[in-house]
């Protein structure tokens, strides 16, 4: 039996379904491997929860318009920052409490490139990503992050999918077997813990 170690491992979040099962499966890995977890979400003008900055009039009788334009957008950023930082406090809090050594992150700009340039910074072993599996049309216009990142991060790489089987319960071990006896199912592959 080989093993696999993953001393640390990332987590990107969002507020979708599929972050959710890949934080789940994250929390699962990195009790089973006794690995240190950071929870990341990027802070993005991409992202379709961020505001949008308005148009500029650049005009010498539009000037209060536009500083009124101007506030308006930091205040939403403001609000955008804050309210992902109190999801991120959140995840890191679950996590704690399955024992984990976590951290918890938020950098800011296009997710892809952060995240993978975020790995690289923090030595990450392993990054574990939710897929929002866009095609076509879609995927043009909004980009595939998960896709980015597998073609581009510095270390492996787990996407969970939206159609992931796996129970989407909070990750326990099962009684009677200790984390290096397990072993996690992930797709076709086994990783086993030891």
């Not at 699962?28 to 006794?34: D, F, G, T």
């Amino acid at each position: 039996m080989t093993s696999v170690s993953f001393q640390t491992m990332m987590v990107a979040i969002d507020a979708s379904d599929v972050s959710r099962k890949a934080f789940n499966r994250a929390i699962a890995l990195a009790k089973a491997l006794h690995s240190k977890l950071i929870v990341t979400h990027v802070l993005s003008f991409r992202d379709v929860d961020s505001p949008k900055p308005l148009p500029s009039y650049s005009s010498p009788d539009s000037i209060q318009i536009d500083e009124m334009l101007r506030q308006r957008y930091e205040e939403e950023w403001l609000a955008y920052v804050q309210h992902h930082e109190a999801h991120l406090k959140q995840k890191v809090l679950e996590a704690e409490a399955f024992g984990l050594p976590v951290e918890g992150i938020q950098p800011h700009g296009p997710a892809g490139p952060t995240l993978c340039e975020t790995a690289r910074n923090l030595a990450v072993d392993l990054l574990i990503v939710g897929s929002h599996q866009r095609r076509g049309i879609s995927e043009l216009l909004m980009g595939s992050t998960s896709n980015y990142i597998m073609h581009h991060a510095p270390c492996s790489v787990l996407v969970v999918h939206p159609q992931d089987t796996q129970p989407d319960t909070q990750p326990d071990a099962q009684p009677g077997i200790s984390a290096t006896e397990e072993s996690i199912p992930i797709g076709r592959q086994e990783i086993s813990a030891v």
